[in-house]
């Protein structure tokens, strides 16, 4: 049976505490879940802090596109190992997930790590009241440990859509996949890319019960907003 474990500070963590997962098609038990408890939530915070003060924080953006770029060539690599993971979790059919949900998933990365390191910074000068000029500039600063809450029925488009800009924008990252569907989040995903410079994405999983009490006391105190660069 399969064990679906939470990833933190680069590791494989089980639980105590434990639900099944099943297939929304058939009913098929497809594995164990291992739910976060406030302990697991708050060293992946943790970890993702310790990262950002890292060698992550430290990368130019260069570096990150670089490495974001390696993580959708390992999804587009695994893309079987995903497809499958995928219509287990969510009942899809292969048309539908093989088309939309694993390519798009992979690409975000890609789209998204272009984007940042394409887009233009800001610069204009105004007249001070001495008669002088005054430069105004912009600076792009990662905002630091962003939460992520991911839905059931686009588990690893979704995820992806908000993962992959804050990574590219040099936030760290703690994930929250849906109880309902967290397969593909707990593959294996960015292991081989990401562990090229440990620690900016740090996944816990957690039941519906338990995100109320973990999430919101937990995560939210951090920078829990959308990703900015």
């Known amino acids: 049976m399969k064990e679906f474990l939470n990833f933190i500070g680069g590791e494989f963590v089980a639980t105590g505490k434990t639900f099944d997962k099943r297939?929304?098609?058939?009913?098929?038990?497809?594995?164990?879940?291992?739910?976060?408890?406030?302990?697991?939530?708050?060293?992946?915070?943790?970890?993702?802090?310790a990262a950002l003060a890292g060698d992550w924080g430290r990368m130019s953006v260069?570096?990150?596109?670089?490495?974001?770029?390696?993580?959708?060539?390992?999804?587009?690599?695994?893309?079987?190992?995903?497809?499958?993971?995928e219509m287990a979790d969510?009942?899809?059919?292969?048309?539908l997930a093989s088309h939309i949900d694993i390519p798009r998933g992979a690409a975000n990365f890609k789209v998204f790590a272009d984007i940042v390191k394409n887009v233009p910074t800001e610069t204009f000068e105004t007249a001070t009241p001495d008669g002088g000029q005054a430069l105004n500039y912009a600076i792009r600063s990662?905002?630091?440990?962003i939460g992520v809450v991911c839905p059931w029925n686009l588990p690893l488009l979704?995820?992806?859509?908000?993962?992959?800009?804050?990574?590219?924008?040099?936030?760290?990252?703690?994930?929250?996949?849906?109880?309902?569907?967290?397969?593909?989040?707990?593959?294996?995903?960015c292991?081989?890319?990401?562990n090229r410079c440990p620690g900016p994405m740090r996944r816990s999983t957690a039941s519906s019960a338990s995100t109320r009490c973990i999430i919101s006391p937990?995560?939210?105190?951090?920078a829990v907003k959308c990703a900015g660069c």
């Open 218 to 222: 937990t995560v939210m105190r951090f």
């Open 62 to 85: 260069v570096q990150r596109v670089e490495l974001l770029h390696a993580v959708a060539d390992e999804i587009e690599r695994r893309f079987d190992d995903f497809l499958q993971a």
């Open 90 to 95: 969510t009942g899809k059919p292969h048309s």
């Open 23 to 49: 297939a929304p098609a058939d009913n098929r038990l497809i594995g164990r879940v291992h739910e976060a408890g406030a302990a697991e939530v708050d060293a992946a915070v943790g970890a993702a802090r």
């Open 191 to 194: 292991g081989p890319a990401l």
């Open 142 to 145: 990662p905002l630091g440990v």
């Open 158 to 189: 979704l995820m992806t859509w908000k993962v992959g800009p804050a990574l590219a924008c040099g936030n760290t990252v703690v994930v929250k996949p849906s109880e309902e569907t967290p397969a593909t989040a707990a593959l294996p995903w």
